[in-house]
T-cell receptor, first 112, second 113 residues
């Protein structure tokens, strides 16, 4: 099992560009999450999906959209990137919303 | 919303026992307490989870008092490789339904030789 995979590993964008961060898990988990982590800070929840077909906002959803494409995949889209969105983005999954979360390796995003 | 409070940083020496305490005064009846470890440039990794009293695994112990308003992660005989950030996490279910994970800033543990 690969666990949680994320693509790309690193991306540089110009202000105003759009992009989609991909996340997939092969553990048959119901719940998936997107977090951002700024330098020296903890993780902040952007969006989560408690189960296939549902999504909900976390602490910092502004400027982002998500799609739970199927049970395996949960993507995060930046429609118009801003320098404030420079961060490391982690995807995670768990069997249910109260179970242990398994994290991907992260995507480092730099917005110029 | 349930939030957690942890010390920002701690220093220790190899071979010592390290105890990191987390406060979660607003913990809900159904919430579990989970601790994660994060190394630089990696995603967090699960360490231990508990509901009440004491839980022990091969990595750590978790002590939870009867009122569940705090918890203590205990790392026995730390080594240099235990240098990391440790997060205390409490499940949070607001009245509107759903689940919102609250990660605090974590505790940066630095183990010295």
């Amino acid at each position: 099992n690969a666990g949680v995979t994320q693509t790309p590993k690193f991306q540089v964008l110009k202000t105003g560009q759009s992009m989609t961060l991909q996340c997939a898990q092969d553990m048959n988990h119901n719940s998936m999450y997107w977090y951002r982590q700024d330098p020296g800070m903890g993780l902040r929840l952007i969006y989560y999906s408690a189960s296939e077909g549902t999504t909900d906002k976390g602490e910092v959803p502004n400027g982002y959209n998500v799609s739970r494409l199927n049970k395996r995949e949960f993507s995060l889209r930046l429609e118009s990137a801003a320098p404030s969105q420079t961060s490391v983005y982690f995807c995670a999954s768990s069997e249910t919303s109260q179970e242990t979360q398994y994290f991907g390796p992260g995507t480092r995003l730099l917005v110029l | 919303l349930a939030k957690t409070t942890q010390p920002i940083s701690m220093d220790s020496y190899e071979g010592q026992e390290v105890n990191i305490t987390c406060s979660h005064n607003n913990i809900a009846t159904n919430d579990y307490i989970t601790w994660y470890q994060q190394f630089p440039s990696q995603g967090p990794r699960f360490i231990i989870q508990g509901y009440k009293t004491k839980v022990t695994n091969e990595v750590a112990s978790l002590f939870i008092p009867a009122d569940r308003k705090s918890s203590t992660l205990s790392l026995p005989r730390v080594s240099l490789s235990d240098t990391a950030v440790y997060y205390c996490l409490v499940g949070d279910r607001p009245n509107t339904g759903g689940f919102k994970t609250i990660f605090g800033a974590g505790t940066r543990l630095f183990v010295k030789a």
